[in-house]
């Protein structure tokens, strides 16, 4: 990730979310969030709109974002572990 690069966010209204956000601007990245709710089509299309190269999803949304994983704009696509409130983050280039 460089200075600058969107990082698409994916929690629910858990303070976890603000957490991700003020280790995002930390890092020198813009946060995107994103509700929840959002499906395997949804996260492509924000992901190819806001040019995110990360997602960081809360447990309850990783499924979600695994299935982003296989798809063809993505590769080189990788899971990184270690922020205790989610499971994956997911470099998506």
Same mark, same amino acid.
Request: aromatic share 6%.
């Given at each position: 990730?460089?200075? +600058? $690069?969107? %990082?698409?966010h994916? =929690?629910? &209204?858990?303070?976890?979310? =603000?957490?991700?956000q003020?280790?995002? =601007?930390?890092?020198g990245?813009?946060a995107?969030?994103?509700t929840?709710?959002? &499906?395997a089509? $949804?996260?492509i299309? &924000?992901?190819?709109?806001s040019g995110a190269? %990360?997602? %960081?999803a809360h447990?309850?949304?990783?499924?979600e974002?695994e299935?982003? &994983?296989?798809?063809p *704009? *993505?590769s080189?696509? *990788?899971?990184q572990? +270690? =922020?205790p409130c989610?499971?994956?983050a997911?470099r998506l280039?």
């Amino acid at each position: 990730m460089k200075k +600058g $690069d969107p %990082v698409l966010h994916i =929690f629910p &209204r858990l303070p976890e979310a =603000f957490i991700a956000q003020i280790g995002t =601007f930390k890092a020198g990245g813009v946060a995107v969030p994103c509700t929840e709710m959002l &499906r395997a089509k $949804d996260i492509i299309y &924000r992901v190819e709109v806001s040019g995110a190269r %990360v997602v %960081v999803a809360h447990t309850s949304t990783a499924d979600e974002v695994e299935e982003v &994983r296989g798809y063809p *704009s *993505s590769s080189g696509v *990788s899971a990184q572990d +270690g =922020f205790p409130c989610t499971r994956n983050a997911v470099r998506l280039s």
